[in-house]
Nanobody, 123 residues
Framework: VQLQASGGGLVQAGGSLRLSCLAS????????MGWFRQAPGKDREFVAA????????FYANSVKGRFTISRGDAKNTVYLQMNSLKPEDTAVYYC?????????????????WGQGTLVTVSS
């Protein structure tokens, strides 16, 4: 099972990026999905999560109102729209599939992880 994250890059503060996560070899129709990030020298932290049907979403306080998580129609793609980016958003962003159908917020609740995509926000 593979989760391929893409869409990262270099952007100026205040700009936007859209991250995508594509699942191959299987779909995650019945799984919650999430995005996490890890900045240099810091632990991996929760960013956003979405339930299996998109009915529930959760966000870290630091990104609430700026980031939006969504699922594609085919349920094998998850997106993270990031607006009003700040330098402190700089990190490697990882998508993950949860063990359950819920919008989980803890790393241990996820058992499939993508390889990460780097987001760099310049001031």
């Amino acid at each position: 099972v593979q989760l391929q994250a893409s869409g990262g890059g270099l952007v100026q503060a205040g700009g936007s990026l859209r991250l995508s996560c594509l699942a191959s070899r299987r779909t995650f129709t019945n799984n919650g999905m999430g995005w996490f990030r890890q900045a240099p020298g810091k632990d991996r932290e929760f960013v956003a999560a979405i339930s299996w049907n998109g009915g529930s979403t959760f966000y870290a306080n630091s990104v609430k109102g700026r980031f939006t998580i969504s699922r594609g129609d085919a349920k094998n793609t998850v997106y993270l729209q990031m607006n009003s980016l700040k330098p402190e958003d700089t990190a490697v962003y990882y998508c993950a599939a949860a063990r359950s159908s819920y919008a989980a917020t803890v790393t241990t609740q996820y058992n499939y992880w993508g390889q990460g995509t780097l987001v760099t926000v310049s001031s």
